[in-house]
């Protein structure tokens, strides 16, 4: 499978624990991005990589939020002191801009709950 | 602020007929636009796409059509078919770095 990986698939964590999820993008794709997606709404974006640099990151992204792309390979979001507004299922997607366009493509979401 | 708007969330059409999703924006900023379609529990998963200098684009059972005056696009799924029953997101770009998205459409295909 060549997709989009995301791990894990489902987290369930106690409010105030800390959550990490991973994601490995399709390999010749060199932009990464995380959306958030909760129910009855589509994705919200989170923050993009380009390689190994974070270049954007959405005001949804709380100082609680840290997402990090080391090799510029995979990537790791991680939230801490978890809060129930933080339950979402948490998108990861990549592309490779062309000239016709930046078409991104997600992976399969890990969700969490927080209880 | 909803850049993105899908109204009529659900549409129910029979097995062979037309689907027909709509989708309208603020930004005229935007020069490329995508449809998803999401299976509950999984990613959106990429159907088709246009760039703001066509009005049109065709891929097997499903066509996008543009109307940039009006801001607006439609997906029309021909015929649709019971696997096609899932949700459905327009995304847009304006060059940067994030897709903006709608709510969805929830379709359902009656056999």
């Known amino acids: 499978d060549t997709g989009v990986s995301q791990d894990p698939r489902h987290k369930i964590t106690k409010r105030g624990q800390n959550v990490t999820f991973r994601c490995d993008p399709i390999s010749e794709h060199n932009r990464l991005y995380w959306y958030r997606q909760t129910l009855g709404q589509g994705p919200e974006f989170l923050t993009y990589?380009?390689?190994?640099?974070?270049?954007?990151k959405s005001r949804l992204l709380s100082d609680r939020f840290s997402a990090e792309r080391p090799k510029g390979s995979f990537s790791t979001l991680e939230i801490q002191r978890t809060e129930q507004g933080d339950s979402a299922m948490y998108l990861c997607a990549s592309s490779f801009r062309s000239s016709s366009g930046n078409t991104i493509y997600f992976g399969e979401g890990s969700w969490l709950t927080v209880v | 602020d909803q850049q993105v708007k899908q109204n009529s969330p659900s549409l129910r059409v029979q097995e062979g007929r037309i689907s027909i999703l709509n989708c309208d924006y603020t930004n005229s900023m935007f020069d490329y636009f995508l449809w998803y379609k999401k299976y509950p529990a999984e990613g959106p998963t990429f159907l088709i796409s246009?760039?703001?200098?066509?009005d049109k684009n065709e891929d097997g059972r499903f066509t996008v059509f543009l109307n940039k005056s009006a801001k607006h696009l439609s997906l029309h799924i021909v015929p649709s078919q019971p696997g096609d029953s899932a949700v459905y997101f327009c995304a847009a770009s304006d060059g940067n770095n994030r897709l903006a998205f709608g709510k969805g459409n929830q379709v359902v295909v009656i056999p």
């Open positions: 246009i760039s703001s200098i066509k």
């Open positions: 990589f380009q390689n190994e640099a974070q270049l954007e």
